[in-house]
């Protein structure tokens, strides 16, 4: 058996990261082959030696060109168009290969109908098909077509149960509920900034994502100060920014870098560097607090029993959130509802009285999750 990643976006992302080396420690490395729009990146982060590495993208046959060509032409469709690079690299999967999808959130972004033409092309390869660890808002499943293409995968393993439900109420019956593998992936002690106090340290990520679909982009940022202010005054904490996507054109230290130089000459700021998923992930369970725009940067800190607000956008929040604690509000900052300057400051305070508490919540539910994700093998590759 051999199993065939593919969505796989780069490492720079360290959800995606985060995703692609707990799937591969779930099943066995030595029979992963990974389909990576950035392979240099994976190896710059440290991939398995037994994992294959393989450019997901290529040049397109020209019969594909054509007839992608026509269809922006005639129907001004460019998904065909978007999707064709990808196709080449499918042809190394076989019948009696596994196919996973591991690109849990790609339905959240408006490019639906590219991944739609992508698991077609899949399907008519591989012997089985997963989408694993996906989140899928609800209205998405009103299009036909999508339910369609939700259909052709053997199995299915939603991450939160909004998506679970939503799915299973469209009629289909290969969709299981699994917690984001995330969960799973083990902390690796790396060195804190000098500035950093283990234990005392409020950790913040925003993301150009989420300052994008916010809307008003300086709110967002306006609440970090208001909010960065109020424990300048008030408390001894520190302050760590922690990037967790590091793209060149999706870069969390670009909007982070702006609030650190702001502050920096507190002494009590610092900025974290860019490193692995695992390490990143044991910056952030030292902290006292976490707030996140980045869904695996807050799955790091629920899976440590790290009080966590999520400055969410997306069912992906919403869901996960859902989940852990029975329902989103006080957990969820939703960035486009955001009216004046010093909600996150009083979201933040009301998450502090609950501190103890939250903390408990995360411990047990986290030994819950990682019962599911031990399981999972089992559950959906059989």
């Known amino acids: 058996m051999r199993y065939v990643f593919y969505n796989h976006g780069g490492s720079a992302n360290h959800g995606c990261e985060a995703l692609m080396k707990t799937t591969a420690n779930l099943l066995s490395p030595a029979q992963c082959l990974v389909l990576s729009d950035h392979p240099e990146e994976d190896?710059?982060?440290?991939v398995s030696p037994e994992i294959l590495l393989q450019n997901s993208k290529a040049e397109p046959k020209r019969t594909d060109w054509i007839r992608a060509y026509l269809r922006l032409k005639l129907r001004n469709d460019y998904s065909l168009m978007d999707a064709i690079p990808y196709f080449p690299p499918l042809d190394v999967i076989h019948p009696d290969d596994t196919a996973i999808s591991i690109g849990g959130d790609i339905y959240c972004y408006g490019q639906q109908k590219m991944y739609m033409a992508i698991d077609r092309r899949v399907r008519e390869r591989a012997g089985r098909m997963t989408l694993l660890g996906c989140s899928i808002e609800p209205e998405l499943l009103q299009n036909a077509a999508f339910v369609e293409d939700m259909a052709q995968f053997d199995l299915i393993s939603a991450r939160e149960h909004i998506t679970y439900n939503a799915l299973v109420q469209t009629g289909l019956r290969n969709v299981q509920y699994c917690p984001d593998l995330a969960f799973s992936l083990q902390p690796q002690e790396t060195e804190l900034p000098r500035e950093f106090q283990p234990g005392n340290t409020v950790g913040l990520n925003i993301s150009p994502m989420v300052l994008k679909k916010a809307g008003n982009r300086?709110?967002?940022?306006?609440?970090c100060r208001v909010l960065i202010d109020d424990l300048m005054r008030n408390t001894d904490a520190s302050v760590a920014f922690i990037p967790h996507v590091v793209w060149k054109d999706n870069d969390d230290r670009k909007p982070l870098g702006k609030l650190y130089r702001e502050y920096k000459s507190t002494g009590r700021v610092c900025m974290v560097q860019d490193q692995t998923a695992a390490k990143l992930k044991?910056?952030?369970?030292?902290?006292?607090?976490?707030?996140?725009?980045?869904?695996?940067a807050t799955i790091a800190a629920y899976s440590t029993g790290v009080p966590t607000l999520t400055i969410g956008y997306s069912v992906k929040s919403r869901g996960i959130a859902r989940d852990l604690f029975g329902q989103e509000k006080g957990f969820v900052l939703p960035c486009q509802n955001l009216q004046s300057e010093?909600?996150?400051?009083?979201?933040?305070q009301k998450l502090e009285d609950r501190k103890d508490q939250i903390h408990n919540v995360l411990i047990s539910k986290e030994k819950e999750y990682l019962r599911r994700i031990a399981s999972l093998k089992a559950q959906l590759f059989g």
């Open 43 to 46: 190896t710059h982060y440290g």
């Open 218 to 223: 300086q709110r967002i940022m306006d609440n």
């Open 282 to 296: 044991y910056v952030i369970s030292q902290c006292s607090f976490f707030i996140g725009a980045r869904t695996h």
């Open 342 to 348: 010093k909600e996150l400051m009083i979201a933040f």
